[in-house]
């Protein structure tokens, strides 16, 4: 009964795979490769319901969601019998009304942790004043050209745009402060509520209210309304929808994604935007396959890219790689914005006046007033508190006492002053920008921080007139904040190196293209600060949903494949950003990073010649084609010639030198191209006509093939008009189905209680508690250590016996003697990297495995790889290791503390 276990889940993969062909798509995939056990996502005929399934159902199942949409009719069941579940999910594939079976796998939600910035700033006041509001605190509109279509009145009116998200906190004062028709959020659904993290159960309701924070920050990014810091949205003119996915924390799941996606398609959204991306590679997965449905209905869906661009090539996440779906890379702020605590001022009786303020540690600020008390007015001093204080110095205790930052440490300083009685200490800056001050220790010392020598001047001189400074500087849980824009910063205009990268494993491009993501400041919770800084491709994929409406509403509305295709053929490439020596370089980043690059949305709303498509792929070694056409029309009432060029980018190596590991962050770029032939460099196109271009690829030369180098670029097209479009290109040297994905070296067992994940000696014997038993840090459990250096379709991994006398449980199964699969596997559209599964012992059909000597076997199916075919599958061993159980239930002891395999 067991023995079917396995080849339960081959099949549900073989179903998909026979889905995804019969659509045609050729895309789409799924993330982080966490499969629920039991859980499964049914698809039904039309005229088919949930009542009838359940009659013809044999299998005890919960319902957790229920799918009546238009464009899905289905349920997703959480089997009562997770034993049995593989074997019942095949009986309910054959009933004749279910037309497709899933796995519903865990989606997680990408957000970026900033780093702390210290950086060089001027106060948002004093430049905001200076420069105009825009061009600091909506810098990524002016990136964009977004600034440009709003000064034409475009701010995307009439334009529907649905969040799948963590909600959104619509009563913010800058979010319409309410919910329903007539607001700025106008509809949506909480299909989760707060409690769910992934793994319980969801608690529906009809109040899409964030508890997050993420949804709300993405929310800002499309529509905030006017407010204090000037900040606003990109398409301010547009109506929100909020279809929360996510609960306070945790996780979500793709049967849930899937609901989400239909309800807002069936709301009448006329944009759907997911800032949330699984980790991939693929593009053909299937659970995106309803998602692509909808973009064919002409409902456009945007998707980031992910935020793993340091995990090397052939990883973007899905949706976003899905077929039809845009996905979205990220691109850095020009101007970054940082937060920074806030306090107040009042000199004798003037109004308080807030200032930026960098608290230190120890940063227990309270919030109190209290009088300002300087050493001196010398504002050039170097040695200010660097020596003992005057016998004269007042008792400090009950003053904020201000230094000028000195050539002595601030321990130096801190210790004098504490010396005095002082508990609260601001060192003002004796450059620009902010200092942050660390003290280890000084006894009394309560709260330090830093302020710009600007500042600090300010009130020296106002001491130095005679007159009382008290300052107040806000607790750091307090949420008013300061920001602080710094136009002027390394990383300025980028491509984010952390924006993941293409292309998929079936040779599609990556990303579309980019949008300002990183350092992007917008609305958070009001009890989170009203506004923050957020970063990752979550921040540029709403910009770019929010272009389409600016483009809807300026060009009125177009197939999706249109709007995309005019975005990324006016998109701005970038050139690399070398980050080690922080300087560009003279070459273009690849376009499986950047996608066509950077859109500039007044240029898209306004272009008249079209191009599609606007990514050519030359695929792999094995599937080389080597002429690839694309199209030019002109839809101006005028002749056009247009000028063509090819930009190459450098080749980039997918793989480290051994031509096995995979390159990680730092991927190997050589300066060589691909040779590219366009049939004409010159080409006059008369009003309302089309002409076709031929474009001949000649992979590039002399580069180390073990390494499957990457070969991208782009083909420039200059108009007589004016207009300047480009599209890219990319293929592959080397054979995808050749690519070695798993060796022996690459799966082992370690040891969850060592320091390192380093292989434990053969045979180790590990002490497992009593089967059941929750996980925890007093045993010593076996950890699976695999390493796959490129993504797989079907991973599996089994338990199998070394003993004489195996268990009665074994079976026959993938060309071996085995007891099951460790619990999750097999596993589908894996993407590429290390993974380490704790094993207790369980089986992936609910089971434990006797106390014994076992190996781990996985098998990975080749890229391209056929699962009927033996040689499609590579294979892996792990060391021999034993198990057993402190104590048996059911009584049967088990003889542990011999060598010896039990049983
Ligand atoms: C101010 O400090 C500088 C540097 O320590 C010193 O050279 C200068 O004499 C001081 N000025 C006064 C008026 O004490
Ligand atoms: C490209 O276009 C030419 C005509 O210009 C046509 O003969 C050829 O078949 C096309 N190639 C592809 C791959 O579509
Ligand atoms: C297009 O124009 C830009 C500058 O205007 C130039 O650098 C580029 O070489 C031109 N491309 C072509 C194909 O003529
Ligand atoms: C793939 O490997 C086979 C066997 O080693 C070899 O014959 C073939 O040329 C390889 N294909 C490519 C494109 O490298
Ligand atoms: C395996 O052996 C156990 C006892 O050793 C027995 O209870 C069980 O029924 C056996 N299972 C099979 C499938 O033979
Ligand atoms: C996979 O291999 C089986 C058995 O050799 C064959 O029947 C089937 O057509 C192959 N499938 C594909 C897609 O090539």
Not at 3 to 23: F, M, N, Q, R
Not at 467 to 488: G, K, Q
Not at 493 to 510: C, H, I, K, Q, R
Not at 736 to 742: E, F
Request: aromatic share 8%.
């Amino acid at each position: 009964m067991h023995c079917s276990a396995p080849l339960l889940s081959l099949l549900v993969a073989t179903l998909c795979a026979v889905v995804a062909a019969e659509s045609g798509t050729e895309k789409l995939a799924i993330g982080s490769p966490k499969v629920i056990p039991g859980r499964f996502l049914v698809e039904f005929d039309d005229d088919y319901n949930n009542d009838q399934f359940r009659v013809q159902a044999e299998p005890e199942y919960e319902t957790r969601v229920e799918l009546r949409y238009t464009l899905f009719r289905g349920v997703s069941i959480q089997l009562n019998d997770v034993d049995t579940a593989e074997e019942k999910a095949v009986q309910l594939a054959s009933l004749p009304s279910v037309k497709n079976i899933w796995p519903v796998y865990v989606i997680e939600l990408p957000e970026l942790e900033l780093e702390e910035v210290v950086s060089a700033g001027v106060s948002a006041h004093s430049q905001l004043k200076r420069s105009g509001k825009t061009s600091l605190s909506n810098a990524p509109h002016v990136m964009t050209q977004i600034d440009k279509m709003h000064a034409e009145g475009i701010t995307g009116k009439g334009i529907k745009i649905a969040v799948i998200d963590s909600g959104i906190e619509y009563t913010h004062p800058a979010l319409g402060g309410c919910f329903g028709e007539g607001c700025l959020v106008t509809s949506g659904y909480d299909f989760v509520g707060d409690d769910f993290t992934g793994y319980n159960n969801a608690m529906p309701d009809n109040d899409p209210m964030d508890c997050r924070g993420h949804g709300t920050h993405v929310a800002g990014i499309i529509s905030a309304q006017e407010n204090e810091f000037g900040i606003f949205g990109a398409a301010p003119g547009a109506v929100l929808s909020a279809y929360r996915v996510f609960g306070c924390t945790g996780v979500t799941t793709s049967d849930i994604i899937i609901a989400a996606y239909n309800a807002a398609y069936e709301d009448g959204a006329d944009i759907i935007t997911a800032s949330l991306s699984a980790r991939s590679g693929w593009s053909s997965s299937h659970w995106n396959d309803p998602i692509s449905r909808i973009v064919e209905r002409g409902i456009p869906c945007l998707a980031s890219a992910g935020n793993t661009g340091d995990s090397g090539l052939f990883d973007v996440g899905n949706p976003g790689a899905a077929k039809g779906v845009t996905a979205v890379a990220s691109f850095e702020n020009t101007v970054r914005p940082t937060e920074q605590f806030k306090g107040y001022h009042i000199i004798d009786k003037a109004s308080p006046v807030s200032f930026p303020i960098h608290h230190g540690r120890p940063g227990d600020w309270d919030g109190v007033e209290r009088p300002l008390w300087a050493t001196g007015y010398n504002l050039s001093t170097t040695v200010d508190g660097c020596e003992p204080l005057s016998d004269d110095t007042p008792d400090l205790s009950q003053y904020v006492v201000l230094l000028r930052r000195a050539d002595c440490s601030y321990s130096d300083q801190a210790q004098n002053v504490a010396d005095k009685g002082a508990k609260f200490l601001i060192i003002y800056n004796n450059e620009p920008g902010f200092n942050f001050i660390f003290l280890d220790g000084i006894e009394g010392i309560q709260g330090v921080a830093g302020i710009s020598m600007e500042l600090g001047e300010t009130w020296i001189k106002a001491l130095e007139a005679g007159s009382t400074v008290m300052t107040d500087i806000l607790a750091s849980d307090n949420p008013e904040r300061y920001f602080i824009f710094d136009p002027d910063y390394d990383e300025a205009g980028t491509v984010s190196y952390w924006s993941s990268m293409g292309p998929s494993y079936e040779m599609n491009a990556g990303p579309n293209f980019g949008a300002p993501g990183g350092a992007i400041l917008s609305t958070v919770p009001v009890s989170q600060g009203s506004f923050g800084v957020k970063s990752g491709t979550s921040m540029a994929c709403p910009l770019a949903a929010a272009a389409y409406a600016l483009i809807a509403e300026a060009r009125g509305k177009l197939e999706p494949a249109v709007v995309a295709d005019v975005l990324a053929s006016t998109a701005k490439a970038q050139a690399y950003y070398n980050i080690m020596d922080q300087t560009f370089e003279d070459w273009l980043t690849s376009p499986v990073q950047q996608g066509a690059g950077l859109i500039q949305v007044y240029d898209a709303a306004h272009a008249t010649t079209l191009v599609t498509p606007t990514s050519l792929s030359f695929n792999d070694a094995d599937h080389f084609i080597e002429t690839l056409n694309f199209t030019l029309t002109n839809s101006a009432k005028n002749e056009i010639s247009y000028d063509l060029l090819h930009t190459p980018s450098r080749s980039l190596y997918v793989l480290e030198p051994d031509g096995i590991k995979h390159s990680t962050w730092d991927v190997g770029n050589v300066n060589v191209h691909a040779e590219i032939l366009i049939s004409s460099s010159r080409v006059v196109v008369g009003p309302g006509e089309s002409t076709t271009i031929e474009v001949t690829a000649i992979p590039p030369q002399g580069l180390d093939l073990k390494r499957m180098p990457l070969w991208s670029g782009y083909i420039s097209i200059n108009g007589s008009d004016g207009s300047s479009l480009s599209l890219t290109y990319q293929g592959l040297q080397g054979s995808l189905y050749n690519a070695t994905v798993i060796r022996d070296d690459d799966l082992w067992i370690a040891s969850s209680s060592a320091w390192t994940l380093d292989p434990v000696p053969d045979n180790t014997i590990f002490t497992l508690p009593p089967p059941g038993t929750p996980w925890s840090w007093e045993y010593n459990y076996p950890l699976v250590i695999m390493t796959l250096h490129w993504g797989s379709r079907i991973i599996t991994a089994d338990i199998v016996p070394l003993t004489t006398c195996p268990p009665n449980t074994t079976i026959q199964a993938r060309g071996m003697e085995t007891i099951g699969q460790l619990v999750g596997y097999p596993q589908l559209w894996s993407p590429h990297g290390e993974t380490s599964v704790t094993w207790e012992g369980s089986l992936a059909d609910g089971l434990y495995a006797p106390p014994g000597r076992y190996k781990v076997v996985v098998r990975a199916l080749r890229i391209h790889g056929n699962e009927s075919e033996d040689e499609d599958w590579f294979m892996a061993e792990s060391q021999p290791f034993q198990i057993k159980y402190l104590e048996t239930v059911g009584g049967d002891d088990d003889g542990t503390g011999d060598d010896a395999p039990s049983q």
